[in-house]
């Protein structure tokens, strides 16, 4: 059964920090890139960051290149997302997506919100 469980979301003040997680199962973690959208209230779900199956190559939406990194850990089946200097227009429902090519497969976990308010 193919899961990925993302953790990590709350309510952050503006210029604080979260760091998301992703964990991965049921299918070859190390065979997949993986990425990172949003989907704010009332707009289209957007991509935010990407990173390829070695962790060698990165990258990013331009509303959040230089604050936020994406990194992963293919020993423990995981992705990261450090969010830094949080604005509030970064409050969205978080996704964690895994996109293979051969086997081809396309999965998604459930989401985690982050709001960043005062």
């Known amino acids: 059964q193919v899961q990925l469980v993302e953790s990590g979301g709350g309510l952050v003040q503006p210029g604080g920090s979260l760091r998301l997680s992703c964990v991965a199962s049921?299918?070859?973690?190390?065979?997949?890139?993986m990425r990172w959208y949003r989907q704010a209230p009332g707009k289209e779900r957007e991509l935010v960051a990407a990173?390829?199956?070695?962790?060698?190559?990165?990258n990013y939406a331009e509303s959040v290149k230089g604050r936020f990194t994406i990194s992963r850990d293919n020993n423990k089946n995981t992705v990261y997302l450090q969010m830094n200097s949080l604005k509030p227009e970064d409050t969205a429902v978080y996704y964690c997506?895994?996109?293979?090519?051969?086997?081809?497969?396309?999965?998604w976990g459930q989401g985690t919100q982050v709001t960043v308010s005062s």
């Open positions: 997506n895994a996109v293979g090519l051969l086997p081809s497969f396309n999965y």
């Open positions: 990173i390829d199956i070695a962790g060698s190559n990165s």
């Open positions: 049921g299918f070859t973690f190390s065979r997949a890139a």
